[in-house]
């Protein structure tokens, strides 16, 4: 690819990428065997493949259809693409008995809280667990929960044109949610389009000492994958000003812009400060915005099936 004048991303090796003096890019994303290839002029997207096949013994498959487990489904007519994941999902029913289970609105119910077992509970559980393939399912769970089941992620862890292409990102927390080492939860989304492209949920690494800094150090992680996100959009041809974090804790937004400390985060690590300094240059833009309305929260907390739905369609994850 290199020699055939593409470049290498170098926010993320899988994908090259070549912009001609039309202005028009090509992108090429490679996963071991699997290539897609994205460009609004087919006729290099034909060139390209021709370029492949003289190097390589490869198939054609035509349009996308399918990668990586994943279903690529198009309406030209309405303009809309979707990906998917029920095939997968439905095997993965089969192979744990599960075709007959009863459907539910969410994937927690808000009353559960999970904590480590007792020894005597691992006892007591221990001839029981030795016919659950536990690793198996949750590995299935999680693969879907990265590919396209953004409202999976919580449940892990206790468990059109290029000026529409911006990048907004919307983070939340959850005050010491882990029961055992009372640990905070760290959730964030990103949307490029108002579609959405990114979302974590995870244990912070620290234990917080107020809400102010677990909101803050989830901010924090927050405008990191912005930043990230930025520049690699960018590096793709798709032009960003600051990217926007929409966060709905007043205190962690005025404690990333002043670095006036106070008695209640003079003890916040120096690390998580860098955010200050994006800030500042202009990369990042911190914005309130209320919680009612953070589609982040559903990454922190077990939500109702009525808030949980309604953060689902700020996402486009449900076509409801």
Known sequence: MLA?????????????????????YIYLLLYVDDILIASVDKGEVHKLKALLKSEFEMKDLGDSKKVLGMEIVKD??????????????????????M??????????????KLQSATDSELLSHADYMENVPYQSAVG?????????????????????????????GYCDSDYAGDQDQRRSITGMVFTAGGNTISWRSTLQKIVALSSTEVEYVSLSEAVKEGVWLKRFAEELGFSQESVEIHCDSQSAIALSKNA?????????????????DLISCGEVKVLKIPTAYNPADIFTKVLSVFKLREALKMLRVSKD
Request: proline share 2%; aromatic share 16%.
């Open 260 to 276: 006036v400390h106070h008695e209640r985060t003079k003890h916040v690590t120096v690390k998580y400060h860098f955010i200050r």
């Open 76 to 97: 030209r007519v309405k303009g809309g693409l979707w990906i998917s994941q029920e095939s997968y999902l439905m095997k993965v029913l089969s192979n744990f008995g």
């Open 4 to 24: 055939n004048e593409y470049c290498r991303s170098e926010y993320d090796y899988c994908v090259y990428y070549k912009m001609f003096s039309s202005g028009i």
């Open 140 to 168: 299935s769970i999680m693969y879907s929960m990265v590919g396209t089941r953004p409202d999976m992620a919580y449940s892990r862890i206790s468990y059109r044109n290029r000026g529409d292409f911006v990048v907004r």
């Open 99 to 112: 075709e007959q289970a009863k459907e539910v609105s969410t994937p927690m119910e808000a009353h559960f």
